[in-house]
Nanobody, 117 residues
Framework: QVQLVESGGGLVQAGGSLRLSCAAS????????MGWFRQAPGKEREFVAH????????YYANSVKGRFTISRDNAKNTVYLQMNSLKPEDTAVYYC??????????WGQGTQVTVSS
């Protein structure tokens, strides 16, 4: 079992930055990969970023590449999403997820990010 709690969302102006955090508990944190997803109003949830168990491999959705950075601190059981140059279209509820098998199978409750123009 894995429990995930996101934090760090809020309201920011376009061009600004936010850093999201996701604290994990339960299973050994370094034993699974992590991801960030988001869901905007009226839209389906979409992939944002992924990081491997030890942070060696990362990949991003094209829409955030070059602006967002995913990282993790296994000593703190935490994964981060640094979001720079935010745009109004980044407005969404952001979720972290744990990939303990082939799928992302544990999810946090989400944190709201709102980018004003």
């Amino acid at each position: 079992q894995v429990q995930l709690v996101e934090s760090g969302g809020g309201l920011v102006q376009a061009g600004g930055s936010l850093r999201l955090s996701c604290a994990a508990s339960g299973r050994t944190f370094s034993s699974y990969a992590m991801g960030w997803f988001r869901q905007a109003p009226g839209k389906e949830r979409e992939f944002v970023a992924h990081i491997s168990r030890y942070g060696v491999t990362t990949y991003y959705a094209n829409s955030v590449k070059g602006r967002f950075t995913i990282s993790r601190d296994n000593a703190k059981n935490t994964v981060y999403l640094q979001m720079n140059s935010l745009k109004p279209e980044d407005t969404a509820v952001y979720y972290c997820a744990a990939q303990t098998g082939e799928q992302y199978d544990y999810w946090g409750q989400g944190t709201q990010v709102t980018v004003s123009s």
